[in-house]
């Protein structure tokens, strides 16, 4: 098949790899400099030390190709979406890989076939062309607006052994699911600075994720008792790893917060105080880092 | 006035120093070093580089003196409160300078005269022997059971131009706000490593702070609008202040949090979920810290 990927952060560079085994790939950037990178050095992937050829481009150069991979983070996502409606023929599906919902709504306007997906892996985006594989996960897709046989074989065709993908028929609970274990887990080991496993592993942190897990299985309707179960096994599985949260927090970068927990906040009926309280305490870091 | 000064942390040093001026002062103390070193170099009070003699005494040869001056932390109160039972006659006054207020319920069976007392000094104790007077403020004390104008006029001569001492009559009030101002400030800075005046400066952590003083004020009855802004002053006047359960966290010594936000958790009749969420934060960064 011949895909596109849009975006090539740590997920972009990621599945630009792993998919170039078996299929056709063109990587859309918006650097000059990350097109060069790219088309000149291929993808290498740690920790294999490994290197895929791929084709570059520049994303007001996008093409018309069978399947989109929208890789680009919340933020950048409005704009590609008006570049895609410009660009795309509207048979073509559409594959969104972003965290949290807020972004679901923005797609009501899209005619294309949109699938919308999450994934587990950790990956740690070294540089331009450069990709640490830290994780190894699984890719989770399901159809939003098009009940297709057709899309379904053609999610099935991204799955390899060394790489899963499994279709997914019940995507908003998979989505909701994913941002439960995002709003649980990315503020608290960003705001104590820990690794994943200090959410079951310290009593106190532990106290105060279950109070996240109710808010947030409240608002998301999603069965209390089953989400942390669910969630204590995401953390011990992930208990050495470093929160993409925690990782935005250390460098100074802006984080997801206002797509995780701040979705809630916004869409919740009633008051969610300790999904507030990480939300306003992940923001304070934030102003604060900038400031010094 | 022949003074015992119970407790020779920062505030009791403080105290000793300022006090030896006009009254002939007692130290009494647990360690047999620290009874060596301030009697044999006097105590060293900083900025000024100043000493000042005083007697020094281990605890259990406390001996009969005019007024008792209890400056131990909240955990060591129920042996000094023993040891005060055993050796002082019960028409002899003792003020009390804790933090908190979970300690005057355990002074019921004291037969004493019993005062208590706030400071707002800011003071950091160097060594066994000196103390460093960060901020300069004063005392405000009250009478619980006793309502005495030889106490107050026994608390007035403890007053000088340099050492401010004040009688208050509403002491129970005077209590509850320095709690109130106590459960805002010592968590937040605590927990997101600032100086105070970032309670104010920095709007996310403002927002915080603002739900921490509505959520004190409705367990201890106080004025939410007038303890606002008396919070935010006292937050302007030491903003570049490092509270005290900061520089414990920092240290790695226990804090005052059971004392502080515990405490207003114990006693709600309703959920105080800011408070809550900032009294499992510290106890996770204590245990954390102990951990490593």
Redesign the interface.
Known sequence: MNIAIIGAGSTGLLLAAHLSNKHQITCYVRRPEQQKEISQRSIHLYPENERYSVHAELIDRIDVHDLYIICVKQPNLSDIIKTIYKNVPIDKPLLFLQNGMDHIAKLHDVKNPILIGVLDHGANRVNDYTVEHTGKGSIRIGAKNKEDKKLESLIKSLHSNTFPVFWENDWLRMVKKKLCVNAVINPLTA??N?VNG?IVA????R??AS?LCKEACEVLQLDEEEMWVYITEVAQKTKTNISSMRKDVIHHAKTEIDAISGYLVKVSQKEI??T??VY??I???Q??REDY
């Open positions: 705001l104590f820990v200090e310290n009593d106190n942190i106290f105060l109070k105080p300790y507030n309280f306003y305490a923001k304070s870091l102003t604060e």
